[in-house]
C-alpha cells in the first residue's frame, strides 16, 4: 500500500500530511515515506535541509519528492533571513548583526574555514582564510573581504585572471564586487558578529539572507536508494570543498548511494556544488592536506581499493540520472562526483556561470567534475560561461560526451590521467580553448571544434583502469600521450591564434601515425643502456581521418593528410581497412552560439567547399581498442557503436556517409539552426 503525503508552509508537521491536513515541512514528510510513497511539496519557501530516513527498493518503488502540478517551484533554502541589522557609525553603507552561536546549530559557516586536498587558494599557511558561509541580498551573493576596513569602500571591479591558466576575462556583474561582508565569531562571548556593505539598501527592508546549511536534499547515511527530486528550486547551501579524496557534499545528492533521479530543477547561488554524485567519508577524507604523510595521488589511489571494499560496484552504487536542470552561480562545480558518478546519465542540463567569482580556486573546479565516471553518459548538455566546462579525471572508462554544447567558458574540456576507451562524438565545442589533454585512449568524433587543443603526458602518476563495465580494478599504467582516434572533425577556429595549445591536430604532430612506428620507437629506448631498467613510453599512434581542417586550423605533420596504407594489423580496422584522408581548405566558418527566447541557435556561414564533403559513418569495429585497456570503444550496455545520428538528433540511413563534423549540413551559406531546447 503506498501513500501520497502533502507538504504546505501553512501545514503543520503534528497534521497526518494528506491536501487537506499537509505537513508543514518536507523533513516530516522525509520521515515517514515509504517505498512507493509520493511527497507532493506546495509552493512556498521551506528553510531546512532534508534529510530522507528511507529510499526506495527498486526502480517500480521509489519514493518522489516533487513540486505540486499547477503551483510555483516549491524553494528550499539553505539560509535564514535576518532582520536586526545595525548601521555602523561612519559608514551608513555598512551594517553588522551579532548572532548566537547556537543559533547555527552544530554548524556554523562562518566559522568553517574552506580548506581541502588541492584546494590551491587560499593557500594554507600562506592566504588568509576564507569561509563556508555567505550573505545575500535580494539573492546577489557577496564577496567575503579579509578584514572590516575592507568593507568600508571596496572597489569596483572589471576583470578577473582565471586561476588555472593565468588569463584575465570580464567580471559577469561588476557592481557584485562592491557587496562585500566579514565576519568574526568569537567563542568566549558565544555570538558570530557579521558586517556587510549593503551599497545604500536597508537590509532590515530588503531580502537578506545568511547561509547556515551546508545541504538542502542530502541523506547523512549512505544507501538510501532510488530516491527521485523533482520540480524544486534550491538556493544558498554551502555545500563544502569537495575533492576527490573527501566526503563530497552537493546541495542535493544521494550520498553514496543508488538509483536517484534528479530532474527539473533550478539550483543556483550555492558556495561549492550543486549537485553530488560523490564520494562518501569512509575510504577518505582530505588525509593529504590533514597528515600529509602520503601525497594526494596516493590516498586517491587508495580510495579506490578502499571504496571497492566499501561494495562500491554495479547495481549498489552510481546508476543516477540528472537531467533537465538549469543550475548556476555555483562556487565549484554544477555537478560534483567521484565513483558514485559511475553508471549515470547526465542529459539536458542547462549549466552556466561556474567558478565566476573565484573567491577560491583548485584543482576540482568545473561545470562537470567526475572521477572514474565509468559508463557514465553526458549528453545534450548546455554548458557555457564556466571557468572550465567539463573535466573527466581518472577513470574516464565507457564514458560518452555526446551532442552538448559549449560555448564562452575559458576552457570547454579537459580529460586526465584515464586511459579510454572513451568516446566524445556530435558536440559543439565553440569556445576558444577546446580540450586540456592529460590522458590517452580517447575517440573524438564528429565534433565541430573552433578552440585551441593542448596534449601533455603523465609519466609520474599510474592510474586505474577496469575490466569492462565494472568497477573491478585490471590494471594501473601512466599516460604517454597518444593512442587516440580523431574522426571527421570539423576545425573552425573563430581567431587568428590560439591562447592554449594548436588550432587543428598540430599538437600530435610529434606522435606517430601507425603501431609498427611506435614499435619502432620503444626498441630504439630499449636498446639505449643509459635508461637503465625502468619502463620505456614513447609517444604512442594518434589515428586521424575525415578531418576538415579550416581558416587556421593545421593538421599537424604531412603524413596525417595521406596515406595510411602502411598499416598493419596491429592497428586498428580504421574506416573498415580503407583509407579517409583528412583535408585542408582555406575557407573559414564563421560560428556563433546565440540565446533567444525561443532556444539556442547556432548561427554559422557555411563554405561551399565544406558542403561537399562526406565522410563514412564511424562505428565500433573502426575504432578498434585502446593499447593500454584493451576493451572495445562501445555502450554502457555492451552494443557496439553506430554513429549515426547527428547532434540534432538526425539519423543517416544504413553505412551511408555523412557531412564531417556534428551536423549533417543540408545548405550552404548563413544560417541559423535551432541546436537546443530550454528546459
Not at 567526475?370 to 574516464?396: E, K, P, R
Not at 563514412?616 to 576493451?631: A, D, K, Q
Request: charged share 20%; with cysteine.
Amino acid at each position: 500500500m503506498t501513500f501520497e503525503y502533502h507538504v504546505n508552509p501553512r501545514g503543520n508537521d503534528f497534521c497526518i500530511g494528506t491536501a487537506e491536513e499537509p505537513f508543514r515541512t518536507i523533513s516530516q514528510a522525509a520521515r515517514v515515506a515509504r517505498p512507493g510513497d509520493t511527497v507532493i511539496v506546495h509552493e512556498g519557501v521551506y528553510r531546512e535541509q532534508v534529510d530522507p530516513l528511507f529510499g526506495g527498493i527498486s526502480e517500480f518503488e521509489r519514493i518522489t519528492y516533487c513540486g505540486a502540478s499547477g503551483e510555483s517551484r516549491p524553494i528550499i533554502k539553505g539560509s535564514e533571513r535576518i532582520r536586526s541589522w545595525k548601521q555602523v557609525e561612519g559608514h551608513p553603507s555598512v551594517w553588522s548583526v551579532t548572532l548566537d552561536n547556537s543559533f547555527f546549530g552544530e554548524f556554523n559557516p562562518f566559522d568553517s574555514v574552506i580548506a581541502g586536498d588541492w584546494l590551491e587558494k587560499p593557500k594554507k599557511g600562506i592566504d588568509p582564510d576564507k569561509h563556508l558561509g555567505d550573505v545575500y541580498l535580494n539573492g546577489r551573493s557577496f564577496y567575503e573581504v579579509e578584514s572590516l576596513e575592507q568593507t568600508y569602500e571596496p572597489q569596483e571591479r572589471f576583470e578577473i585572471e582565471d586561476f588555472a591558466i593565468k588569463l584575465k576575462h570580464s567580471i559577469d556583474d561588476p557592481l557584485q564586487t562592491l557587496y562585500v561582508w566579514y565576519a568574526e565569531v568569537d567563542h568566549v562571548e558565544n555570538v558570530t558578529r557579521i558586517w556587510a556593505n549593503f551599497q545604500g539598501a536597508d537590509p532590515n527592508e530588503e531580502l537578506v539572507e545568511i547561509s547556515v546549511r551546508r545541504s538542502c536534499f542530502f541523506p547523512s547515511r549512505n544507501h538510501i536508494d532510488f530516491i527521485t527530486v523533482r520540480g524544486f528550486e534550491m538556493a544558498q547551501a554551502t555545500g563544502d570543498w569537495a575533492p576527490p579524496t573527501s566526503p563530497q557534499y552537493g546541495m542535493v545528492g544521494p550520498n553514496w548511494a543508488y538509483g536517484w533521479i534528479i530532474e527539473d530543477n533550478v539550483l543556483h547561488d550555492v558556495k561549492f556544488s550543486a549537485v553530488s554524485l560523490g564520494k562518501e567519508s569512509a575510504s577518505g577524507n582530505n588525509e593529504w592536506m590533514r597528515t600529509e604523510r602520503k601525497s594526494g595521488y596516493q590516498y586517491q589511489l587508495e580510495a579506490v581499493f578502499k571504496a571497492r571494499r566499501l561494495g562500491w560496484k554495479k547495481d549498489v552504487v552510481g546508476s543516477h540520472i540528472v537531467r533537465n536542470n538549469d543550475i548556476y552561480h555555483c562556487g565549484q562545480n554544477a555537478i560534483v562526483g567521484h565513483m558514485g558518478c559511475a553508471f549515470s546519465k547526465i542529459e539536458h542540463n542547462h549549466i552556466h556561470h561556474i567558478a565566476s567569482k573565484q573567491e577560491f580556486f583548485g584543482w576540482e573546479v568545473a561545470g562537470i567534475k567526475f572521477h572514474a565516471a565509468i559508463d557514465t553518459v553526458i549528453q545534450n548538455n548546455y554548458i557555457h560561461d564556466c571557468s572550465l566546462g567539463m573535466w573527466m579525471d581518472w577513470q574516464t572508462q565507457g564514458t560518452r560526451i555526446t551532442r552538448n554544447i559549449m560555448r564562452n567558458n575559458v576552457r570547454d574540456a579537459m580529460i586526465e590521467v584515464s586511459h579510454g576507451p572513451y568516446l566524445v562524438d556530435n558536440n559543439i565545442f565553440a569556445s576558444d580553448c577546446m580540450f586540456q589533454n592529460w590522458s590517452q585512449g580517447g575517440a573524438f568524433v564528429n565534433n565541430i571544434i573552433c578552440g585551441g587543443i593542448e596534449v601533455n603526458t603523465v609519466p609520474d602518476r599510474s592510474t586505474p583502469y577496469h575490466f569492462a563495465h565494472s568497477t573491478e580494478v585490471a590494471g594501473c599504467a601512466v599516460v604517454s600521450g597518444g593512442d587516440e582516434r580523431w574522426l571527421n572533425n570539423v576545425f573552425a577556429p573563430q581567431r587568428s591564434k590560439p591562447y592554449i595549445g594548436e588550432f587543428g591536430l598540430s599538437t600530435y604532430a610529434d606522435c606517430p601515425t601507425r603501431f609498427e612506428e611506435y614499435l619502432d620507437n620503444l626498441h630504439a629506448m630499449w636498446a639505449d643502456p643509459s635508461q637503465g631498467g625502468g619502463e620505456r613510453n614513447p609517444l604512442q599512434p594518434v589515428y586521424a581521418g575525415g578531418n576538415v581542417f579550416m581558416g587556421q586550423a593545421e593538421a599537424g605533420s604531412e603524413s596525417e593528410l595521406g596515406e595510411y596504407k602502411s598499416r598493419t594489423s596491429h592497428d586498428m580496422p580504421y574506416f573498415g581497412g580503407g583509407t579517409v584522408e583528412n583535408v585542408v581548405v582555406s575557407d573559414s566558418m564563421a560560428i556563433a552560439v546565440v540565446d533567444t527566447d525561443d532556444g539556442v541557435f547556432l548561427d554559422i556561414d557555411v563554405p561551399h567547399s565544406l558542403k561537399q564533403i562526406t565522410v563514412p559513418c564511424v562505428t565500433s569495429e573502426m575504432l578498434g581498442m585502446p593499447r593500454i585497456v584493451e576493451e572495445r570503444y562501445e555502450s554502457y550496455d555492451g552494443k557496439p557503436y553506430v554513429l549515426n545520428v547527428d547532434l540534432l538528433g538526425n539519423s543517416i540511413e544504413g553505412g551511408s556517409p555523412r557531412s564531417p563534423g556534428a551536423l549533417e549540413l543540408s545548405a550552404e551559406n548563413e544560417q541559423r539552426i535551432k541546436v537546443w531546447e530550454w528546459n
